[in-house]
C-alpha cells in the first residue's frame, strides 16, 4: 500500500518517511502546550511540503489518481476504510 502524498501547488512527493519525522518533530513542540497538557487539545499533525512550504491537509492528493479525499475522516465518509484510486 502506498502512503505517499502529493503536494497540489509543487507536484513534490511527500514520502512515508518525510511524514514521520515531521509528525514526531511537531508531536514534541505541540506537547509542551499547557492545553495539550491539560488534556484540552490533541496534538495533531499538519502535513508541510518541504519544497514550497505549503502546509494543510487541503494542499495534498493521492499521487497516483490525484483525489484530494485521501485523509481519515474523508474515507469513512466514503464507507471505505482505506483509499482506492478510481
Not at 56 to 82: A, H, M, R, V, Y
Amino acid at each position: 500500500m502506498n502512503v505517499n502524498i502529493k503536494c497540489i501547488k509543487c507536484n513534490e512527493i511527500l514520502t512515508f518517511a518525510t511524514m514521520t519525522k515531521q509528525s514526531m518533530k511537531q508531536s514534541v513542540k505541540q506537547s509542551f502546550d499547557w492545553k495539550v497538557m491539560l488534556g484540552l487539545k490533541k496534538i495533531e499533525w499538519v502535513p508541510t511540503c518541504e519544497q514550497c512550504n505549503s502546509s494543510g491537509k487541503e494542499n495534498f492528493c493521492c499521487p497516483e489518481c490525484g483525489s484530494s479525499q485521501i485523509w481519515t475522516e474523508d474515507i469513512l465518509k466514503t464507507g471505505n476504510l482505506i483509499h482506492k484510486c478510481k
